[in-house]
């Protein structure tokens, strides 16, 4: 496959939102839920998965041939890079899987440069990390993987579905983990064992730095809600949250089971995703407050059920991170990456041996 140009500059591909009637914008929905459900059941592309949620936040305005094409051209150059970068002194049967996830980070966090067959050299940039609205509080699309593509900047949940869509490319393995307001990648090869990237940074933390400084308590990893690996399916299923996430910010329509229905099918694939559970709870909660006051006639078990999920929050150990300490913990990534990272891992990439 010949290497294309788009690789070196941002991706245009984006069209401005187009929101149609709310009809259309509660069709479109639906029918990417149904789409939603069926790849999950299937467990296949997370690729897919991504696509379709963004391209229904959209208005079916992004080109997927375009999409799909950018990731193969990374994918190119991921792998050409690798053929020219290989490890010195790993002797171990995984070296072909660790190459590949270094090759990755080297292609998200550096500047690669490849020469084709033309003799034409192809550049590109490093993906950086945006402290503009990291949260999509002012416009949802900003978590997104297209937006990452196109700009170059992106965040903690638009890197590391990043990654991942290109370890499925590349046939690498890697999975995907939560901290408190973080995601992260996590990684294993046969000399060190399990190893975390962090793409915020562009380094290699340490368990020890993740548990003491990202504001998670013991019981909330005994429980699996942070630090733990998640599989294919619970991947996709962060798709069917970011399609409701989506809905509630372009509909604000939390009434019509829309959400809920999310929430639940996340949870059939996912019963410890606690970003899940606080949505499905605030959202019940928003019921609630409605049947209060419509003076609704008959009793219903909404409060009941609002209430059950806040107790499931907290004997999950779930804590969520203030804003202003989360801008805090950014920083310290980036200002104190030597206190924390994997010094064995880096020395293994490096071809050093003891």
């Not at 379709?52 to 190119?76: G, H, I």
């Not at 991921?78 to 090759?103: C, H, M, Q, T």
């Not at 550049?123 to 945006?130: A, F």
């Not at 999950?316 to 980036?334: A, C, D, H, I, N």
Request: glycine share 4%; proline share 3%.
């Amino acid at each position: 496959m010949n290497i294309k140009a788009t690789i070196i500059v941002s991706l245009l591909f984006l069209s401005l939102p187009r929101l149609g009637n709310s009809q259309n914008v509660s069709e479109n929905y639906n029918s990417a839920y149904y789409q939603l459900a069926e790849i999950l059941k299937n467990n296949q592309s997370f690729k897919e998965a991504v696509f379709v949620v963004e391209n229904t936040y959209f208005d079916d305005s992004l080109s997927k041939e375009n999409f799909f094409s950018y990731l193969a051209s990374a994918t190119e150059i991921i792998k050409k890079w690798a053929e020219v970068n290989p490890l010195k002194n790993y002797r171990y049967k995984d070296s072909g899987n660790l190459l590949l996830n270094y090759a990755l980070y080297h292609f998200l966090k550096d500047t690669t440069k490849v020469a084709t067959h033309l003799g034409i050299g192809i550049i590109n940039t490093p993906y950086t990390y945006d402290f503009n609205d990291f949260f999509g509080h002012k416009d949802w699309s900003n978590m997104f993987v297209t937006k990452l593509l196109t700009t170059h900047k992106g965040n903690c949940h638009s890197l590391p579905y990043l990654y991942k869509i290109l370890a499925d490319e590349l046939g690498a393995t890697c999975w995907l983990s939560f901290a408190p307001n973080h995601m992260y990648i996590k990684n294993r090869c046969k000399k060190i064992g399990w190893y975390n990237t962090e793409l915020t940074s562009g380094d290699f933390p340490i368990d020890a730095w993740i548990t003491t400084s990202g504001y998670i308590p013991i019981k909330a990893v005994q429980t699996g809600i942070y630090m733990d690996t998640l599989s294919n399916q619970q991947t996709i299923a962060l798709c069917v949250l970011d399609l409701a996430k989506g809905y509630e910010f372009q509909t604000k329509n939390y009434y019509d089971g829309f959400i809920l229905k999310c929430c639940d099918l996340v949870l059939q694939y996912h019963p410890a995703n606690v970003q899940a559970i606080l949505l499905k709870a605030e959202t019940l909660k928003r019921i609630y407050e409605k049947e209060q006051k419509d003076k609704f006639p008959e009793p219903t078990t909404t409060f009941k059920d609002m209430e059950e999920l806040y107790v499931k929050l907290f004997d999950f150990g779930y804590r969520e991170m203030p804003e202003k300490m989360y801008m805090q913990w950014l920083r310290s990534v980036t200002e104190q990456r030597e206190k924390y990272t994997n010094k064995q891992l880096k020395e293994t990439l490096k071809g050093k041996t003891k």
